[in-house]
């Protein structure tokens, strides 16, 4: 149904380390106790009691998780500066600061709803949003199981602004990291609509949003020519300048296309890339690792596919 490309996909890694920061992580036993993680009966508050309920609040939880966690530079540190605390729920803590930062627009909504749960169950501000993106991604039907870790310790200060995204960050990690955007929508980006999605299909975790990218662009769903936004192939669905640029970008365009109809790739590698971002610029070994406090998501549903009235011509491909 789709074509085939001259790429080749690297194989995923098959050891522990850290895909972010230029230096190894140890392996160590995880301590590892669901039920003394105290966090089974947070899980069914901040799921609603609903499994397969993929929300905007849902999409955006996910969202803070990647904010708050990529904004750590050992470059800055290496200069004798702060360069961030990484997953330490600064942007939370120093909301204020942090959320006024470009890439964070839009993300004092998801901020101050969750709030309320962090000061009822007295948590850790840097856990809960980790736990919150997990739960979130596991209403999603076709997502992985995203790891849970508690111990981290809390920012004292906000992080620097100019790290969101980390520009050392490799491109292929970038795709992997991408794969969120299947279950994502945008809300800053055209000031005449709110919450479009970034595929035709955002309540699942599919790899149609690796196939919609490559299709070519021609119209807009709201006012168009706003900053970040290029046409997208279908109505009511919006495309950022960024996934466009990396879908096509010689760099990345092969691992992009590797995605394509491969649901367990699109699983995988975000289940990776998330492990290794929820811990960033924390020690690991005084984490408890209570991934089993989070609930397996459904079976994805459906298959991927060109949307109705597109066909091959339609696709814009790297070869």
């Not at 160590?28 to 993680?37: K, L, S, W, Y």
């Not at 849902?58 to 004798?80: K, N, V, W």
């Not at 995204?165 to 990690?173: C, K, T």
């Amino acid at each position: 149904m789709f074509p085939q490309s001259a790429c080749e996909s690297p194989p995923p890694a098959n050891e522990e380390y850290n895909v972010f920061l230029p230096r190894p992580v140890r392996t160590v036993e995880r301590r590892r106790d669901a039920g003394n993680c105290e966090w089974m009966g947070l899980r069914r508050e901040v799921a609603d009691g609903r499994q397969d309920n993929c929300t905007a609040e849902a999409h955006e939880s996910l969202r803070l998780t990647f904010h708050d966690a990529i904004a750590i530079s050992p470059a800055l540190e290496a200069q004798g500066k702060f360069g961030g605390g990484g997953a330490d729920g600064s942007i939370a803590i120093f909301a204020d600061i942090e959320t006024n930062f470009h890439p964070n627009i839009g993300l004092d909504e998801i901020v101050e709803l969750q709030k309320p749960f962090i000061a009822r169950h007295n948590l850790s501000v840097a856990d809960f949003i980790q736990f919150a993106g997990a739960i979130g991604a596991s209403n999603c039907a076709g997502a992985p199981q995203l790891a849970a870790f508690v111990g981290r310790k809390d920012a004292t200060q906000p992080a620097p602004d100019g790290l969101v995204p980390e520009p050392a960050i490799r491109p292929i990690l970038t795709v992997w990291l991408l794969t969120a955007h299947t279950v994502a929508a945008a809300n800053d980006v055209d000031p005449t609509r709110s919450g479009l999605p970034f595929d035709s299909t955002p309540e699942l975790w599919d790899t149609q949003f690796f196939v919609e990218t490559q299709l070519r662009g021609t119209l807009f769903p709201g006012s168009g020519g706003n900053q970040g936004e290029v046409e997208s192939a279908l109505p009511g669905e919006i495309r950022l300048q960024s996934d466009h640029t990396i879908a096509r970008d010689s760099r990345t365009a092969c691992e992009w296309q590797s995605f394509v109809g491969n649901q367990t790739k699109a699983q995988q590698m975000f289940q990776f890339v998330f492990h290794d971002l929820s811990i960033l610029g924390q020690d690991i070994n005084q984490l408890v690792d209570c991934t089993e406090v989070v609930p397996i998501p459904a079976p994805p549903v459906g298959e991927v596919h060109f949307p109705a009235g597109v066909w091959l011509y339609g696709l814009e491909v790297y070869t």
